[in-house]
Nanobody, 121 residues
C-alpha cells in the first residue's frame, strides 16, 4: 500500500514558477515509477510527466515544452515537479501517481488527493 500526499500548489501569475512535492508512505517507494497527471476544469485528466524507479528515465507530455522537470529523492520518499514559465492553461488539479510500471496512461494503482494550481494572466 502506498499513500501519496501532494503539496506546493497555489495561485501564481503567468511566467512564474512552482515546485510541487509528493510525499509517499511505505518502504517500497524506490520500487515505484512516479508521475504527475493534471485535470483542468471541464477537461479529462491528462498525463504530465513520469520518472522511473531509479530516477534515470523521464518522460513528459508534449505541452510541457521544456518548462517542467520531474525528479525524485528516494531517500526522502518524495517526487517533485518543478514548473517554470507557467501559463494560464496549466491551471488545474495536479495529481501524484505511483505504479510498478512506467507509463503515460492513467493506469497507475495509487493516486494522491491532488493539489490545485491556478495561473492568472
Amino acid at each position: 500500500q502506498v499513500q501519496l500526499v501532494e503539496s506546493g500548489g497555489g495561485l501564481v501569475q503567468a511566467g512564474d514558477s512552482l515546485r510541487l512535492s509528493c510525499a509517499a508512505s511505505g518502504r517500497t517507494f524506490s520500487s515505484y515509477a512516479m508521475g504527475w497527471f493534471r485535470q483542468a476544469p471541464g477537461k479529462e485528466r491528462e498525463f504530465v510527466a513520469v520518472i522511473n524507479s531509479s530516477g534515470g528515465v523521464t518522460r513528459y507530455a508534449d505541452f510541457v515544452e521544456g518548462r517542467f522537470s520531474i525528479s525524485r529523492d528516494n531517500a526522502k520518499n518524495t517526487v517533485y515537479l518543478q514548473m517554470n514559465n507557467l501559463k494560464s492553461e496549466d491551471t488545474g488539479v495536479y495529481y501524484c501517481v505511483a505504479g510498478l510500471v512506467m507509463t503515460t496512461v492513467k493506469a497507475y494503482r495509487y493516486w494522491g488527493q491532488g493539489t490545485q494550481v491556478t495561473v492568472s494572466t
